[in-house]
Structure formats: structure tokens, C-alpha cells
């Protein structure tokens, strides 16, 4: 379906063509009639699919032809009429460049609230009447509890990759924040995985929605080429790892740990090998999340190793590989990780390490893709026997790093439960010289 079937505001149509957008996705479709009537919406679709586009042209849409039959009221400072909220600055980032690239002929004022950035460039935002706002749950109610932020004036509130904000422990602020924004407002709510949480979530802030469902396809499968290779301890997979990082095939990688630590250890170490690479992780500040970023998409870093804050929200459209060297707890982490290659139609090569321990999490993806992972070797550095992995020596403990001790992450966040912090859990054709082997879980 094309998108001057849509019934979208003739501006918002205007950016759509100069951006080279005519088609809309499957989500889209469904989604953008069902929103411009003004129902709730409920849409589970994987990362990729145009999830953005499906709530913000009818968002923009509704705003633009609202200003139109009805000039609007004097308008206050720091109070929005549609607030996006996502679980990441880099998402948040994302979709604010989205509502100026669709809204760029309407004249709307925007503004993402995020950590990590300058309390006064934002207040001096906040100072004057505004649109959208795009913003991350912390920083918001940090804004809202200090009075710069009404929501009262909230005509639509979209919860973007809502999953992934109840993965990182934002329940109770979601739930703060909706109850903030008037009753009778418009919610949308977008979501990779629909598991009972979500369901409870969406009983909670959606009003008799539309659901939509978007099945996985098999061509966005076939873009990205999914490999396994089995390890036999830490220093095996380190030993892989250089081994990738080096091969001719490998263009702009991203290589996902599991914690931050481990993120700093591992660039460190392919920067000391010669490699061009960075860590991106939440323990930084948005201004250098932002430079790594892009120095990545400027080639002036080919590796970027992350945790799982990268996993969504990062658009680099020429990663050639993703590198698993620690395998994501949630299965639904994995397929949002990979979904960082193969992007706007090209292809791209999952890899993964797997050792013993992890032949649950394995079995888990297999079953949540529907796909069995093809087992690769590389020779030379095959996995030894079971035998004798069990005679050898014990491999080495992950190294330190010199960050030294971190602050509790939930010090100033009220919303939170006493023990639980922010970053509890673990962050967020072609072939190589290898051949495929049996696997190894025995």
C-alpha cells in the first residue's frame, strides 16, 4: 500500500516523497488508519519494520490537521501535546530526527529529554511552548516532579519498544507517567515481544485498542546469515574474536558483552592489537555516546563493542557483522542485536560464541527464530574435545577494569523498588575461511 492511500496530511506526504519514502511496511498499513481515527493502538512487530513511521505520521498527522479546524489555545511552556517515550537515549535520539524529518513542513517544535545530557540546554527547551516531546522515563519524571514538564496538555502518548522499558525496570515509572497525562488521551503502544508483562502493561494505559500483529517474513530473515561457532573457554573466545576482527570480510562490526566492564575490557584489547574500536556503553555520558557513534558511522571506528544499550536504536546502515561474544540472556535480545546488519536491504552476518554453558540460551533463540543456528569452525581454532576441555587447565578470569566502583544506578529514581537498579541486567554468500561443523553440546 502506498502511502497516498493513507489519508496522512498532504505536508506530512510532501516529506515522506523528498525523503524517497512511497511504500509503507506491513505495520504501517495496519497501524496508520486505525491511529488517525484516534484508537489505541497495540502493535507487535520485530525491530526494522518501520515501527517509527507507523506511529508518528498519524501522530503528526492528527496535530497538523487539529492546528487547522481549530487555531490552538495559548500554548505553556514545557507542556507537549504528543509524548514518544523510549527506553534508550540513542532511540530517543532516533525518533526526535524522525519527527523533524516527517513534520519538517509543519512547523512543530520537538524536544528530547534524556540522561546524560546538560540540564540547561534542556530547560532552556523546556522554556518555551512545545509539540513533542521524545524522552526517556528517568529524566522525564526528574522534569515532571520539578514542575518543568506538564502533561496534563498530552493529546497522545506512544510507548515505543515498550518491551525493552520493562526490561530495564521502568514498569512503575511508565506506570507514573501515564497516570500524569490526561485520561482521555490517545495510546499507542509498540512492542517486539507480547509476553504476559506486556499484556498486563497494556490492560493498564490502552482503552478497547486495535491489535496488530506482524509476523517475522522469511526475506527479512534471508538477509542476515546466522553463524555458531562453539568455544571452549574465555580465551578461546578472545582468541576468535581477533581472529574476525581481522579478516578482510569484516567491515563495521558491532560485538555486544555482556556488561560494561566487559565492553571496556574487550576494546581496549583490539585497540592495543591495532584495530579501530571503541566501547559504547550506559555508564557514558550522552555527549560521548554520541561521538563514539559517530566516529563509528564516519569510519573512524570499525568495532564498536556494546552492551545490549546498543541493541536498539542505533541506525548504521553499513554494519557488515554482528558478533556475539557473550550470548544475550532473552532470546528476543538476540534477534533485536543481529537486527543491527542487514539493514535497508543488504546483507548482513550474525556470529555468535557459545560454549557449554550456554546450550539453554541457544536452544531458547532456535526456538524463538524458528531457525536453527548452522555451526561454522574456523581452523585452527576449532573447540577442542570434550576430553580435553575437561583435562585442561582453568581459563582465566575476566580482567578488571580500572573504572573503578560505580554508584547505585537507581540513587535518584523514586519510581524504582528498593533493590533493584537500572542496570541489573546484563546491557542491553560470503565465507570465512572455516567449514561447518557438527555441534558440540554434549
Partial sequence: MSFSELALHPLVLQALTEGG????TPVQAAAIPAALEGRDVLANAETGTGKTAAFLLPALTRLALSNESAPPLRRMPGAPRILVLAPTRELASQVTQAVRKYGKHLRLSSVDVVGGMPYRDQLRLLSKPIDVVVATPGRLID????NRIDLSTVETLILDEADRMLDMGFSEAVDFISAACPVNRQTMLFTATLDRRMAGLAERLLRNPVRI???RTAANQARIEQRLHMTDDLGHKRRLLHHFASHPDVGKAIVFAATKRDADSLAEDLVQAGHMAAALHGDMS?????????RLRTGQVRLLVATDVAARGIDVKDISHVINFDLPRVAEDYVHRIGRTGRAGAEGIAISFAGRADRDTVTRIERYTREALAVHV????????RSERFNAAPAAPRP???RGPRPAANANKPWQKPGRTEGARPEGGRAFAGNKGGRAFR
Avoid: D, F
Avoid at 21 to 24: P, V
Avoid at 143 to 146: F, L
Avoid at 286 to 294: E, I, K, P
Fill in 143 to 146: 522534569h515532571v516532579q520539578r
Fill in 21 to 24: 519514502y512511497t511504500e509503507a
Fill in 378 to 385: 574456523v581452523p585452527g581454532l576449532e573447540p577442542r574435545p
Fill in 286 to 294: 550522552q555527549g560521548q555516546r554520541n561521538r563514539t557513534l559517530q
Fill in 400 to 402: 578488571a577494569s580500572s
Fill in 213 to 215: 500483529a506482524v509476523e
